[in-house]
């Protein structure tokens, strides 16, 4: 039987937080590990260009992203780890992508229209500030999955629909040309939790909200003290499912403990009480990942040499199917 493919991207820009952990770092790590799966995560580099012209900020992230996923113990014999950019085929393929993805199908992605719809609502030209780089977008992202014929992509709920237009350019060529790609399919798992952040919305980057993965454990500490919480007295019953420090905790915790904490809640645990427990309880899962990552960070030639090795094994692959594409479009030698 062949194994199931599964593939994701990370894009490069900001520094993992628990959010990221959580929902993408702690699932695909530990998917990696079954038999029964062939994992392909790499450093989406060339899609952090498109929120983000800081160089510095770019590698720095990528050297971030990467030192983490390794860090967690990513089983980087058997998945594939690489970065984007050293897959020259992926640029490649994108281009002969764009000549089949209908420009159409594009005008109605979701980040591409957001876009449009602040400008309008600004008084601005719609395409003010839009690039061709955020309008192809997807295009970019669909030869990231084909080129490595990927049957699941667990993504966030905001990628599905670009999954769904990789899903539809591949359909486009094979019926055009050859029967080159395999159709992928997004994996939105919904046992894994959307964190919460600081503010109780949606822990992310753009709402500044975060609490940093990696940072020292004072800096830990020191974010969980500032989750927001209401101003009920120790002893007065608080309410666990209106509580970030509460659905943090169901993040890291057994079932058992999530329980005991529940019945805290109600009896009225002080909110310093239930904020240092939840720090020893996530620290104690982090900390051997974060001492690693300090190493990996100080010392990044390892990390460079994984990420070589992935890219080798990938460019098997990607040079073998970006032949089958030239073949296909009539792009190849005279003799
Ligand atoms: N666009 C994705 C995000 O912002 C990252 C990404 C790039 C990706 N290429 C991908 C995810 C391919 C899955 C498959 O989250």
Redesign the pocket.
């Known amino acids: 039987m062949s194994k199931k493919r599964v ?5 490069t820009t900001g520094t993992p937080h628990l959010g990221n952990y959580v929902g993408a770092i702690r699932p695909a790590v530990e998917a990696s590990g079954q038999d029964a799966i062939e994992s392909y995560f790499f450093l ?1 580099d060339y ?1 952090a260009l498109i929120k983000c012209q800081d160089p510095r900020q770019v590698r720095q992230s990528s050297k971030e992203i990467a030192a983490t996923w390794i860090a967690l113990g990513l089983d980087t014999d058997r998945a594939v780890f690489y970065r ?1 950019s050293d897959i020259p085929e992926i640029t490649e393929l994108t281009w002969v992508l764009c000549c089949n993805a209908a420009k159409g199908l594009m005008n109605r992605a979701h980040a591409y229209k957001a876009a449009v719809q602040a400008n309008e609502a600004a008084g601005e030209d719609p395409d003010f500030g839009v690039t061709m780089g955020l309008f192809s ?1 997807p295009v ?2 669909a030869a ?2 084909l080129m490595f014929n990927a049957h699941e ?1 667990p ?2 709920r ?2 599905i629909q ?2 769904e237009m990789a899903r539809d350019i591949a359909q486009r060529f094979n019926h055009n040309f050859a029967n080159v790609f395999t159709l992928p399919e997004a994996v939105v798992d919904d046992s894994v939790a959307v964190l919460q952040g600081l503010d109780g919305r949606k822990m992310s980057k753009s709402y500044n909200n975060t609490i940093p993965l990696f940072g020292t454990e004072k800096q830990l500490r020191k974010a969980i003290n500032k989750i927001k919480t209401n101003l009920l007295e120790p002893g007065e019953p608080k309410d666990p499912d209106d509580s970030t420090v509460f659905q943090l905790w169901s993040a890291f915790a057994g079932p058992a403990e999530v329980a005991d904490m529940r019945k805290a809640f109600v009896e009225g645990i002080a909110w310093g009480e239930a904020k240092k427990q939840l720090f020893e309880l996530i620290n104690d899962e982090i900390a051997p990942a974060r001492a690693r990552y300090d190493e990996l960070m100080a010392d990044p030639g390892y990390v460079e040499e994984v990420l070589q090795q992935g890219a080798a094994r990938a460019r098997q692959e990607s040079v073998e199917l970006m032949t089958k594409v030239r073949e296909a479009v009539g792009i190849s030698t005279m003799v």
């Open positions: 593939l994701t991207g990370i894009t989406a899609h984007q977008y970019l992202m990231d999955i992509i993504v966030g905001d990628q670009h999954v």
